[in-house]
């Protein structure tokens, strides 16, 4: 196992984590971690639909798919520990991934409301993969009600394995990827406040969706994976000394 639920980390600044969840994958799929895969329901660009199949725990790791379907529609899959109650309000992520590269599709990792209230309450995307680029992203509610994120690319191959921690404070928020600082946020409407979920999800892209490339064609594989593994969440306990 990864971590031992309710041990305590404590950082540089002094910093306490307590450990929440803790998953290597190798009892199979937990729902008690993550709940059920999202399925029904068609995504707001009409591209794809979710799909439970398309969450799977194979080889002792987390397997998100894209997956071309007879008829040529797509679906794709979506999960949240949230789903199971498993959330913080501060704290850290880890874990390991890994998305294949393909034409007009992506994955999302990130942190997502409780609330499911967006996007008022926030979004922290760890990695996303837009044409196999490694992007971070923050989002959240203008004093107008409207949607702003801030979106910061690493030089990394997201089609290889990393390790990725995001750091999630009252005062910033950081990623690193193999121990390097790659995107930070310390203006304070860029930090969420409220408790979050650690998941991730599928995406296939729509034509004109011109930030992925455009949708699908004939070079997309039938099954695109995105691996995840050695998932630890941990609950920021205040700072000490």
């Known amino acids: 196992m990864v971590a031992s639920i309710g041990s305590i980390a404590t950082d540089a600044a002094g910093n306490t984590y307590k450990v929440v969840l803790a998953d290597d994958f190798s009892a199979g799929y937990k729902a008690s971690n993550w709940g059920y895969g999202y399925n029904g329901g068609t995504y707001w660009n009409g591209a794809f639909t979710w799909s439970s199949s398309d969450v799977n725990v194979r080889n002792g790791e987390m397997q998100v798919t894209d997956t071309r379907q007879a008829d ?25 991934a890994r998305v294949e590269a393909a034409q007009g599709t992506q994955a999302a990792i990130l942190m997502w409301p409780v609330s499911d209230t967006w996007p008022r309450d926030g979004e922290i995307d760890i990695l996303e993969a837009p044409k196999n680029q490694a992007m971070h992203s923050s989002h959240w509610e203008g004093a107008d009600g409207s949607h702003q994120y801030s979106s910061i690319f690493s030089t990394i191959d997201p089609s290889k394995t990393h390790r990725y921690a995001m750091t999630w404070l009252p005062n910033e928020v950081t990623i690193k990827v193999d ?61 000490g000394g």
């Open 179 to 239: 121990g390097q600082v790659v995107a930070r946020w310390t203006d304070a409407a860029a930090i969420p406040d409220t408790a979050m979920g650690f998941g991730a999800m599928g995406y296939v892209a729509a034509q004109g969706e011109d930030w992925l490339g455009g949708a699908p064609d004939s070079t997309t594989p039938s099954v695109v994976t995105t691996y995840i593994d050695n998932v630890v969440m941990s609950q920021w306990t205040g700072t």
């Open 72 to 96: 040529g529609s797509w679906t794709a899959g979506g999960f949240n520990s949230m789903q199971a109650g498993q959330s913080i309000t501060y704290g850290t992520v880890e874990f390991d």
